[in-house]
């Protein structure tokens, strides 16, 4: 055969291919719709765990790469789990054409919250500077009214803290959250609005806003006074398979500054240091080992992100300069270790992490 019809025999294949993962996709809406109807959950990881092994023992019979096999299965049971759970939150939506006004609904993750509402059949406003006005487009949320179900605030926290005090002057009826990266910028917001005796709550979505599955994601939820809003605002998300976690204000900034202000500063640390270094990236690229490509692949996607809004993760924060104190004392003490030749502190430095590593499930 010539090179083209080799080719054209391949292209066959890929459509072949495609065309039996729409085949399975059919099948995925199939067994979705069985499980709404007899009340089931929507992710089954013994099943899954049962179709990767299976999958590994097939490839291997094929003499196909069983990890290969495994991710390329992996992917479709993530795509998989993402339209069952789109599905079960349409078919559970608690819309019913009930107002929902995103301020702040043309940002990132103020778009993911429009999409979800829309999904579950509200009726979604946008109020965001970036908009062109129409139907349910404002520029400025106070000429939205106060006649919505559901409010939520999705803009930076120094302008989210602005706009709860504001709202606890003019007590809408509905429930109100946000969904700020800290609390403590928002609390006199929040506690205003609790005081005043609107239905408040306050919420902090542990994903970013290309997340399509939320199976494995966490959502927090803090109380900040009225548990029935708090309930409301979980009952929103209850036909999703995210993770539901409650948390107590006071307790909130000061796990953040170490899940997201610690986490944010090692990496930017990290890339900082490798662009200071003189050394060319290809070069590097070239020779890296498997810590250091994975450790290049997160310091990529946090450098990507926004860095205004990683600057208040760090300054509003206020335990932040406690978690990077942390840091900078555990690199200056690793290097005062190899500057000595201490091989046993260095040691037992990679110890007590392993130690608290295998301790965190």
Same mark, same amino acid.
């Given at each position: 055969?010539?090179?083209? /019809?080799?080719?054209?025999?391949?292209?066959?294949?890929?459509?072949?291919?495609?065309?039996?993962?729409?085949?399975?996709?059919?099948?995925?809406?199939?067994?979705?719709?069985?499980?709404?109807?007899?009340?089931?959950?929507?992710?089954?990881?013994?099943?899954?765990?049962?179709?990767?092994? !299976?999958?590994?023992?097939?490839?291997?019979?094929?003499?196909?790469?069983?990890?290969?096999? /495994?991710?390329?299965?992996?992917?479709?049971?993530?795509?998989?789990?993402?339209?069952?759970?789109?599905?079960?939150?349409? #078919?559970?939506?608690?819309?019913?054409?009930?107002?929902?006004? &995103?301020?702040?609904?043309?940002?990132?993750?103020?778009?993911?919250?429009?999409?979800?509402?829309?999904?579950?059949?509200?009726?979604?406003?946008? #109020?965001?500077?970036?908009?062109?006005? %129409?139907?349910?487009?404002?520029?400025?949320?106070?000429?939205?009214?106060?006649?919505?179900?559901? &409010?939520? &605030?999705?803009?930076?926290?120094?302008?989210?803290?602005?706009?709860?005090?504001?709202? $606890?002057?003019?007590?809408?009826?509905?429930?109100?959250?946000?969904?700020?990266?800290?609390? !403590?910028?928002?609390?006199?917001?929040?506690?205003?609005?609790?005081?005043?005796?609107?239905?408040? #709550?306050?919420?902090?979505?542990?994903?970013?806003?290309?997340?399509?599955?939320?199976?494995?994601?966490?959502?927090?939820?803090?109380?900040?006074?009225?548990? /029935?809003?708090?309930?409301? #605002?979980?009952?929103?998300?209850?036909?999703?398979?995210?993770?539901?976690?409650?948390?107590?204000?006071?307790?909130?900034?000061?796990?953040? $500054?170490? &899940?997201?202000?610690?986490?944010?500063?090692?990496?930017?640390?990290?890339?900082?240091?490798?662009?200071?270094?003189?050394?060319?990236?290809?070069?590097?690229?070239?020779?890296?080992?498997?810590?250091?490509? +994975?450790?290049?692949?997160?310091?990529?996607?946090?450098?990507?992100?926004?860095?205004?809004?990683?600057?208040?993760?760090?300054?509003?924060?206020?335990?932040?300069?406690?978690?990077?104190? +942390?840091?900078?004392?555990?690199?200056?003490?690793?290097?005062?270790?190899?500057?000595?030749?201490?091989?046993?502190?260095?040691?037992?430095?990679? /110890?007590?992490?392993?130690?608290?590593?295998? $301790?965190? %499930?």
């Amino acid at each position: 055969m010539s090179l083209d /019809e080799l080719r054209d025999e391949l292209s066959a294949v890929d459509h072949g291919l495609l065309e039996l993962i729409a085949e399975r996709q059919r099948i995925v809406g199939e067994i979705g719709r069985h499980k709404l109807s007899t009340g089931r959950a929507t992710r089954d990881f013994e099943r899954e765990r049962e179709v990767l092994r !299976t999958a590994r023992a097939y490839a291997e019979s094929l003499d196909i790469n069983p990890d290969f096999a /495994e991710s390329v299965i992996r992917s479709l049971i993530q795509s998989s789990l993402t339209r069952q759970e789109r599905d079960r939150v349409v #078919a559970e939506g608690k819309g019913d054409g009930r107002g929902v006004l &995103v301020i702040g609904g043309a940002g990132k993750m103020g778009g993911w919250f429009v999409d979800f509402f829309a999904s579950q059949g509200f009726q979604t406003s946008i #109020a965001d500077t970036r908009v062109e006005p %129409g139907p349910g487009r404002l520029r400025d949320w106070r000429n939205a009214g106060l006649d919505f179900d559901v &409010v939520v &605030v999705a803009t930076p926290l120094a302008v989210t803290g602005r706009i709860l005090l504001e709202l $606890a002057e003019r007590k809408p009826r509905g429930l109100v959250f946000d969904i700020g990266s800290l609390k !403590t910028p928002l609390r006199q917001g929040l506690e205003a609005l609790a005081a005043g005796g609107c239905r408040v #709550a306050s919420l902090h979505p542990m994903f970013g806003p290309d997340t399509g599955l939320l199976s494995g994601r966490h959502l927090i939820f803090v109380d900040v006074g009225c548990a /029935e809003a708090t309930a409301a #605002a979980r009952e929103l998300f209850a036909a999703t398979m995210a993770e539901l976690i409650d948390m107590r204000l006071d307790d909130h900034d000061r796990l953040i $500054a170490y &899940v997201l202000g610690l986490s944010h500063a090692l990496n930017i640390a990290f890339f900082t240091a490798l662009a200071e270094s003189g050394e060319a990236a290809p070069k590097l690229a070239r020779m890296s080992s498997t810590t250091f490509d +994975a450790q290049l692949l997160v310091s990529a996607a946090v450098a990507r992100e926004n860095p205004h809004l990683y600057f208040e993760i760090q300054r509003l924060n206020e335990y932040g300069l406690g978690s990077l104190d +942390a840091l900078c004392e555990s690199v200056l003490r690793l290097r005062q270790l190899v500057a000595d030749g201490d091989q046993g502190g260095f040691v037992r430095m990679m /110890e007590q992490g392993r130690e608290y590593l295998a $301790a965190r %499930g």
